[in-house]
């Protein structure tokens, strides 16, 4: 049974970092883009990082040269690492994959858009 399962959110001052991390039960990382998202109340979805199965990695403008996206297929996880967070981070970020264009990322998605979505988790940044 394939799931995604986040963890790794938190609350964190201005500045800081925290690093999130997606468990991709059943998936193999070759076959999908992997991507997170992130939602904010009153907002609509944005795609932040993606990765297509090549190893292509995609950013959103807001988050270039903070935030790295990585996976580790000896664990089957995908990770976030948020540097020099901002309030307007603040979100429920999502791990999501698609197994449509698996090598397609633009602009921090998936161009295959997300296929399967995690529970998420909330990610607060206080100023």
């Known amino acids: 049974q394939v799931q995604l399962v986040e963890s790794g959110g938190g609350s964190v001052q201005a500045g800081g970092s925290l690093r999130l991390s997606c468990a991709a039960f059943g998936y193999t990382f070759s076959y999908y883009c992997m991507g997170w998202f992130r939602q904010a109340p009153g907002k609509e979805r944005e795609g932040v990082a993606a990765i297509g199965n090549a190893g292509r990695t995609s950013y959103a403008d807001s988050v270039k040269g903070r935030f790295t996206i990585s996976q580790d297929n000896a664990k089957n996880t995908l990770d976030l690492q948020m540097n020099s967070l901002k309030p307007e981070d603040t979100a429920m970020y999502y791990c999501?994959?698609?197994?449509?264009?698996?090598?397609?990322?633009?602009?921090?998605?998936?161009?295959?858009?997300?296929?399967?979505w995690g529970q998420g988790t909330q990610v607060t940044v206080s100023s």
């Open positions: 999501a994959a698609t197994g449509r264009r698996p090598w397609a990322t633009y602009g921090g998605s998936c161009e295959g858009g997300g296929g399967s």
